[in-house]
């Protein structure tokens, strides 16, 4: 067992950082110089090839990255050359080159850094060109892409440099601590229950029988305890010769499920299957659950949520502006920008929620809700009973203690000869008093 187990989470540092930022500008560049046209040229010649047989075969790649129909196929066009005008038709035309051309030389313009699209066939992009501007339309798209593919690499790198490796060993550690939390077991025994089955297998029954008995002790129903005579026993199921990967999985779990909820077990099965991660990166799976399932839907749901509607509001921005005119349908650059965005964020979203757990079914909710409210009645009930014992007891004792107190204190009066005295001589004074004013009335009462 490591120390970073149960220890501070690891945090990431500049390294891990710095590495991604990098890889992001790299993996970026890349689909934007490489992928990228190479994807536009193709899907652009699958779709609007000439449909013609004759302009078919005449369509041919006059220079790297301008496709066209050739005047004469068996005319070539020099290397290097840009006087294109006098090999090619103008009919159909694919540049995907950054070089500047102009309405002499080449046939048709475009600017540089311009991509232009012009098929005037049957099946085509009608008679004006389609002018393509890459920075604008697909820089969205390749940071994505790039940042993507960054993410995923980053998962196989070493938890020190690699981000998402640091991460996914981050939440690790949490989830086994948010385990303990909600169970009350120790970190041993956590660790047992989340540990992988092959190693798990490797153990005798009496390394484990005292951390088991305890989450059999630990998920014991109240009911359970009063029906003893019906009740399993932990030593029934658990003997010399069971399977400890087995009997996790077909007891302890089924328990735990029983007496906490569903989304503990998974949480042990996801931290398991993260685990199994950290010893074998080819585990991307178990790894990217784990992160996702207990950390970026629990935390960024509701902000990926928020960037999808905010995308699909710049959408319908950008297509109503194309609707009035003010994006000329011949630069589709910024809708393509627009959807690229939209499309990313909606992925993003369903990505999420691939991973976001299910709710637990009402009917179970409800189930365990009236157990617990069951026990909960019960135990009042006994509580009362007991209250009401002990009022008894508590009455009938205080009624002996206060007449003891009384006969007490009689007794002690009496004992004393100066007590006797004082309320002897009191009695005595009170009674002369007495017949003197019978034997000497006052004037007044003569009168």
Do not use: C
């Not at 934007?32 to 790649?61: C, M, T, W």
């Not at 540049?95 to 102009?102: G, N, P, V």
């Not at 940042?147 to 060993?169: H, N, R």
């Not at 007490?408 to 004393?416: D, F, G, K, N, R």
């Amino acid at each position: 067992m490591s120390a970073n187990e149960h220890g501070a989470a690891p945090k990431a540092g500049m390294q891990h950082v710095l590495l991604l930022l990098a890889l992001v500008a790299v993996f970026s560049f890349g689909f934007y110089k490489f992928v990228i046209p190479r994807g536009v040229e193709g899907a652009v010649l699958s779709l609007f090839h000439p449909h013609d047989e004759k302009e078919n075969q005449a369509f041919k790649e006059v220079v790297p990255g301008v496709f066209a129909v050739m005047k004469d196929v068996s005319k070539p066009v020099p290397a290097g050359a840009t006087n294109l005008k006098e090999y090619i038709k103008t009919d159909y035309i694919f540049d995907f080159t950054s070089a500047q051309r102009s309405e002499a030389e080449a046939g048709y313009s475009k600017n540089s850094g311009e991509w232009i699209v012009k098929a005037n066939g049957e099946g085509g992009l009608g008679e004006s060109a389609i002018i393509l501007e890459p920075l604008q339309g697909f820089a969205i798209l390749s940071f994505v892409l790039g940042f993507t593919l960054a993410i995923f690499v980053t998962f196989f790198m070493p938890s020190t440099i690699g981000y998402m490796a640091q991460k996914v060993d981050r939440e690790i550690h949490h989830t086994k601590t948010k385990i303990r939390l909600q169970t009350g077991l120790s970190d041993e025994i956590v660790d047992l229950l989340a540990m992988p089955d092959k190693q798990l297998a490797e153990l005798e029954p009496h390394q484990v029988r005292s951390a088991f008995k305890v989450v059999w002790d630990r998920t014991t129903q109240d009911t359970d305890r009063g029906n003893s005579r019906r009740a399993v026993s932990f030593e029934d199921v658990f003997t010399n010769d069971v399977n400890l990967v087995e009997f996790r999985k077909e007891v302890l779990f089924i328990r735990i499920q029983e007496f906490f909820s569903d989304f503990v077990v998974n949480e042990i099965k996801d931290t398991t299957s993260g685990i199994e991660w950290s010893g074998n990166r080819t585990k991307l799976l178990g790894g990217l659950r784990l992160y996702m399932s207990h950390h970026f839907t629990e935390k960024y749901s509701n902000n990926v949520t928020g960037l999808a509607y905010f995308g699909a509001a710049i959408l319908i921005v950008i297509i109503g502006i194309r609707g009035l005119k003010f994006i000329p349908a011949t630069k589709p650059s910024l809708i393509l920008a627009a959807i690229s965005l939209e499309g990313s964020l909606l992925a993003l979203l369903a990505f999420g929620l691939i991973y976001t757990g299910e709710e637990e079914r009402v009917d179970k909710l409800m189930k365990k809700m009236e157990d617990a409210a069951k026990l909960q009645l019960e135990t009042m009930k006994d509580v009362s009973q007991d209250m009401h014992q002990m009022a008894g007891a508590l009455v009938g004792e205080t009624s002996e203690i206060i007449k003891k107190k009384v006969e007490m204190a009689i007794a002690e009066a009496l004992a004393s000869d100066d007590n006797v005295k004082r309320v002897v001589s009191d009695k005595v004074a009170e009674k002369i008093i007495v017949a003197m004013r019978d034997a000497f009335p006052s004037n007044k009462s003569n009168g």
